[in-house]
């Protein structure tokens, strides 16, 4: 019953990412054409405000660097300063909105997910009822549910980090190739380290839980 429900479980080993979003879609049920639109919300969003925030303030450092302040550029600078303003009125008119869409799906995934656990509990027989203990059960059923539930509210923040992570490669192949790969090797070592302490850590979360 909940010996499979893991990425990692029974031999699994599936992408923790990979499966989490793939909860989420399938406890959406009825839901999933909001879940495309606060995704596609939240990428647009990331990535106009990762283009657009840094080309402002690039040219109001520029304006400054060459003319200082003056009478005649003032204007302009107040003009550059305004657009940093639209910026995020623009990311949270986006933002905003996906973020309550999110977070009513993620309610509704949980209460998916917990009827999926505890409809399986109720078919099994009656000698599994007699040697599991019912509040072990319970608690199962509750922290799955709770895990979706908190993956699903705060998806917002994985989605972001790969656009993030996108728009700023973009930016470094197009500025310097040479940067990019240094970059591309930290990332690679970075993610190598943090498998190596999975390795070991996952299996002893699935022990604990």
Wanted: aromatic share 14%.
């Amino acid at each position: 019953m909940f010996s499979n429900e893991g990425p990692h479980m029974n031999g699994n080993k599936q992408n923790p990412l990979r499966y989490l979003f793939s909860k989420t879609w399938r406890y959406s049920e009825g839901n999933r054409k909001n879940v495309v639109w606060y995704w596609i919300m939240f990428i647009i969003a990331n990535a106009f405000s990762m283009v657009f925030h840094p080309l402002v303030l690039t040219k109001i450092m520029d304006v400054l660097q060459k003319e200082g302040i003056t009478k005649s550029n003032i204007f302009f600078l107040y003009i550059l300063l305004g657009l940093t303003l639209v910026n995020d009125l623009l990311f949270w008119s986006l933002h905003g909105p996906a973020r309550v869409i999110e977070r009513i799906n993620a309610f509704k995934a949980r209460i998916n997910y917990k009827k999926f656990l505890l409809g399986g509990v109720l078919t099994l027989p009656l000698p599994w009822h007699v040697e599991h203990h019912t509040g072990d059960t319970i608690d199962k059923v509750e922290k799955g549910s709770s895990a979706l539930f908190t993956f699903s509210e705060d998806s917002f923040e994985t989605i972001a980090s790969f656009v993030q992570l996108a728009v700023s490669f973009a930016m470094l192949s197009y500025f310097s190739r040479s940067a990019m790969l240094i970059v591309a090797v930290m990332i690679i070592v970075a993610v190598a380290i943090i498998t190596s302490f999975d390795k070991v850590l996952i299996p002893q979360y699935t022990k604990l839980n």
